[in-house]
C-alpha cells in the first residue's frame, strides 16, 4: 500500500521555507527520503529510522513519528538547487521488506 | 564514486518484441531493485533481490515480466511480448548491508518506448 505524501505540489521563493508530509497505514520501522529531479535518477536524502529522531542534511531535515506512523522533511531557506520532486519510502521493518513510494511532492523554487 | 549501471539508457521497438534491460548493481551491495516510473502511477516497485534470490515480485505482471540474477554483477529484466503501456522509465537500485535501513542507489534508467 501507497503511503500518501503532501502536498503534491508547492511552489517556493528562494529563501522560504517548506515541509512536506509522508504519512502510512501500516506501522512503520523506518522512512527514507529522496529527491528527483526532471530526468534524473531519484538521490537517497537521509533515513529516519524508529524512535523519532530527527535528522538534518545542510539545510533539508526530517523527523519521523512512529506513533503517528507519518515523517515530515523540512526545507528551510530554500535555494534553487531544492527543486525537483521529493519521496518518501517507508518500511515496516528491518526484515527487508520495503513498501513502496509514496507519489511524490514536486517542488519548484523560483528566484 | 561507485555507480549503477544500467543499459540500455533508452528502447525504442515494436509491440509484440522482447525487451531486456540490464543492471550491474555496485559492487558489495547484495539488495537489488527494479523499479517502473510513469507519470500516473510514480514510482512501482516491481521486484527486488537479496543475494541475488527474489524476495519479492508481486508487483511484476507474471504473464510477460521476468527478473533474474544470473550472478551478483547483474540483474536482468524482461518483457515478452512488450505492450505500448509498458512504455516508461525502468530504475533499477541497489542497495548494501542486507536491511531497508541501507540507502538505494539508483542507476540512470532505462527509458522505454513500445510503439
Known amino acids: 500500500q501507497q503511503p500518501v505524501q503532501s502536498p503534491q505540489a508547492v511552489i517556493l521563493r528562494e529563501g522560504e521555507d517548506a515541509v512536506i508530509n509522508c504519512s502510512s497505514s501500516?506501522?512503520?520501522?523506518?522512512v527514507h527520503w529522496y529527491r528527483q529531479k526532471h530526468g534524473e535518477a531519484p538521490i537517497f536524502l537521509m533515513i529516519l529510522l524508529k524512535g523519532g529522531e530527527q535528522k538534518g542534511h545542510d539545510k533539508i531535515s526530517a523527523s519521523f513519528n512512529e506513533k503517528k506512523q507519518q515523517s515530515s522533511l523540512y526545507l528551510t531557506a530554500s535555494q534553487l538547487s531544492y527543486s525537483g520532486t521529493y519521496f518518501c519510502l517507508p518500511s515496516n521493518s528491518n526484515s527487508g521488506y520495503a513498501l513502496n513510494f509514496g507519489k511524490g511532492t514536486s517542488l519548484l523554487v523560483t528566484p | 564514486d561507485a555507480r549503477v549501471t544500467q543499459t540500455p539508457r533508452h528502447k525504442v521497438t515494436e509491440m509484440g518484441q522482447e525487451v531486456t534491460m540490464r543492471c550491474q548493481p555496485i559492487?558489495?551491495?547484495?539488495?537489488v531493485f527494479w523499479y517502473r516510473q510513469t507519470m500516473m502511477q510514480g514510482l512501482e516497485l516491481l521486484a527486488y533481490?537479496?543475494?541475488?534470490?527474489?524476495?519479492?515480485d508481486s508487483g511484476m505482471p507474471k504473464d510477460r515480466f521476468s527478473a533474474e540474477m544470473p550472478d551478483a554483477t547483474l540483474a536482468t529484466l524482461k518483457i515478452q511480448p512488450s505492450e505500448p503501456r509498458d512504455s516508461a522509465v525502468y530504475f533499477c537500485?541497489?542497495?548494501?548491508?542486507?536491511?531497508?535501513?541501507?540507502?538505494?542507489?539508483f542507476g540512470d534508467g532505462t527509458r522505454l518506448s513500445i510503439l
Open positions: 559492487l558489495g551491495h547484495n539488495t
Open positions: 533481490f537479496r543475494n541475488r534470490a527474489p524476495l519479492d
Open positions: 501500516k506501522a512503520l520501522y523506518s
Open positions: 537500485a541497489s542497495g548494501g548491508g542486507g536491511s531497508v535501513g541501507q540507502p538505494q542507489h
